[in-house]
């Protein structure tokens, strides 16, 4: 779809388009989801691995308050992106899809952010796990109730009371 590619519409190597996706591809996904799914994944990688964009994204990490704030920001940011392009090009994408992406962008930030990238921070599982929380709690208020997606995940978990813990 030209309307997702980089602005010099290039395509970038950093993900092999034939590559299968990892970890957060939609489970027993439909071919329509799985091209979906692959078309939104590589575009991010289009776009995290754009000398042009990659060091904007890992400021806007690096400037956060703290190292999951930053990753989440950006993952939302990321997803916006492409998303409203996307949008142009007449394509929107399922709540499945757009989570198992948002888990995928999470994995290329926090190898661009971690020790062999810039050295910003290396995330845990549980902080990645945080940081796709906060995402989708961004994302949600991104394009409020009325916005083409509610949340990145299909149900979202009930936040817990303030002073409960």
Sequence with gaps: MPGLMNPKGEPQKAMSQQQAPVGGAPAAAGGDDQAAYN??????????????????????????????????????????????SAAEAGQEFSPKVRAGASKEIAEMIAEL???????????????????????????????????RGKALMQKQEPMPQQGAM
């Design 113 to 147: 952010a971690g020790p062999k990238g810039a050295g910003i921070h290396e995330y845990t599982q549980e902080e990645l796990g945080n940081a796709f929380q906060m995402a989708s709690a961004n994302y949600g208020m991104l394009h409020g109730p009325e916005g």
């Design 39 to 84: 078309s939104l994944v590589g575009n991010a990688a289009n776009v995290l691995y754009n000398p042009d964009v990659m060091p904007g994204i890992l400021r806007a990490v690096q400037m956060a308050p703290n190292p999951v704030e930053g990753m989440a920001a950006a993952i939302a940011n990321v997803l916006t992106r492409l998303e409203d």
